[in-house]
């Protein structure tokens, strides 16, 4: 059983929008962190946002375009994604870890920006 589940990727022009989702699967405990990483063609995953009990987390390429957001009660994250951009275009990964630090990841969702 995949742990977390992402939906919304998809192809969007430039300047658009997208809602990306995760959703921990019934077998997983709350998650102390969750958040998203992208891994684009040729490059390194990369941090895009996470959130914690302490607060949120964005990488410096999307600050201010993205919003991450969090239903703890269903252990659930979203990736509000606006004025998409050619260079977002990656498969975008959904990541929880405990407080322990047990780590956990989707399958990936890919995302596509067109100019």
């Known amino acids: 059983q995949v742990p977390l589940v992402e939906s919304g990727g998809g192809w969007v022009q430039a300047g658009g929008s997208l809602r990306l989702s995760c959703a921990a699967s019934?077998?997983?405990?709350?998650?102390?962190?969750m958040g998203w990483y992208r891994q684009a063609p040729g490059k390194q995953r990369e941090l895009v946002a996470e959130?914690?009990?302490?607060?949120?987390n964005y990488a410096d390429s999307v600050k201010g375009r993205f919003t991450i957001s969090r239903d703890n009660a269903i252990n659930t994250v979203y990736l509000q994604m606006n004025s998409l951009r050619p260079d977002d275009t990656a498969v975008y990964y959904c990541?929880?870890?405990?407080?322990?630090?047990?780590?956990?990841w989707g399958q990936g969702t890919q995302v596509t920006v067109s100019s």
């Open positions: 990541h929880g870890r405990y407080h322990w630090g047990t780590d956990f």
């Open positions: 019934g077998g997983i405990l709350r998650l102390n962190t």
């Open positions: 959130m914690t009990n302490g607060g949120s």
